[in-house]
Each structure stands twice: as structure tokens, then as C-alpha cells.
């Protein structure tokens, strides 16, 4: 009788392992690496960018670092005009600070380090559909002041101009 009871025992434990095997090898068989759809455009225009922070001078920087990220992409193509383009990414510069990111009474040098702040409104839509619509998009960086803060300033342009069109490339191409 005890034989039976394990012998039975023993049958379950043994389909149950096999259906936790096939229901397992069933779900991963269905997984794929990369991005699990293709994007509703193949091709971007991006407006030129509008600038309604206290940024001197970023707009033209700003522009050609956004487009050039988007011509290195291998998932969309940057359009020319507005009426060849499967989709329009509109730009906004809505905010650019900077502030004190060290100090320290004996180091005079981290009284000269400061962090950038840039933020974004972005907006993608195509004729029919609105993919985001102004979604907020900011980057910052620390930048050493060492001969003055304009200078700083215009130096890290492209620096967080880069960082900003990287994070705004990301959040166009990522599947919503």
C-alpha cells in the first residue's frame, strides 16, 4: 500500500515537472531580443527648435546635435521637409539653469563647479496620431567655471546639447 502511495506520488511529481518544462519553453518561445514592434513612422522631421528658456546661443547647436543624432539612426530616417515625413518632432526649450554644485570654504575650486540644466518639451505626431505630446525631457552636467560662467556655458553647449538629443532619441524610437 505505502509502495503504491509513492509510486503514485512519484507520477505526479514527474507530470508536474514536465508541465512546468513545456508551459516554460512555450512562453520563451514566443520572447524576442530588441524592440518588440516596429515603429509606427519610418521617417522623422524635426521643426526647428524654438527656444523660450534664457539660453544664449543653444538654439543652433542644439539643432545640429538633434539632427545629427538622428542621422546616425538605423530606425528612422530624417526627412527634409514636413510633407515627406511620416512624423514631426517639434522641440521646445523650455528651461536652462545653472547653480552652485560645490563649495567648500578651503577649496576655492569647487566654488567654481557648476551644474547645467536644460530641459525640453518635445511633441511627435503625424497627420492622424499624436505619439507624445510635450513630454519633458531634461539633462544636466557639471561644468568647471574656470574662466567665467559664460564661458563655461558656451563651452558645454554641445556637451549637454548631446546629452539632451540622446534622451530625446530614446524617447521618440522607444515603443510607447
Known amino acids: 500500500m505505502m509502495n503504491k502511495r509513492v509510486s503514485t506520488m512519484n507520477r505526479f511529481a514527474h507530470l508536474g515537472f514536465l ?10 518561445s514566443h520572447y524576442e531580443l530588441g524592440l518588440p514592434n516596429k515603429l509606427p513612422f519610418t521617417s522623422v522631421y524635426v521643426k526647428p527648435i524654438l527656444n523660450k528658456s534664457m539660453a544664449p546661443q543653444i538654439k543652433p547647436i542644439f539643432s545640429q546635435v538633434i539632427r545629427q543624432t538622428f542621422a546616425k539612426s538605423e530606425s528612422v530616417v530624417v526627412s527634409k521637409n514636413e510633407n515627406s515625413a511620416d512624423a514631426i518632432l517639434e522641440i521646445v526649450i523650455v528651461d536652462f539653469s545653472h547653480s552652485k554644485s560645490a563649495s567648500n570654504q578651503s577649496d576655492t575650486d569647487l566654488a567654481r563647479t557648476y551644474l547645467i540644466e536644460m530641459v525640453v518639451e518635445c511633441t511627435l505626431k503625424s497627420n492622424s496620431q499624436v505619439f507624445m505630446e510635450k513630454r519633458r525631457v531634461t539633462a544636466s552636467i557639471n561644468a568647471y567655471n574656470d574662466q567665467g560662467l559664460v564661458q563655461a556655458q558656451q563651452r558645454n553647449f554641445p556637451i549637454i546639447s548631446k546629452a539632451l538629443s540622446e534622451k530625446i532619441y530614446n524617447a521618440v524610437t522607444s515603443v510607447w
Open 19 to 28: 508541465l512546468g518544462l513545456v508551459s516554460l519553453m512555450a512562453s520563451c
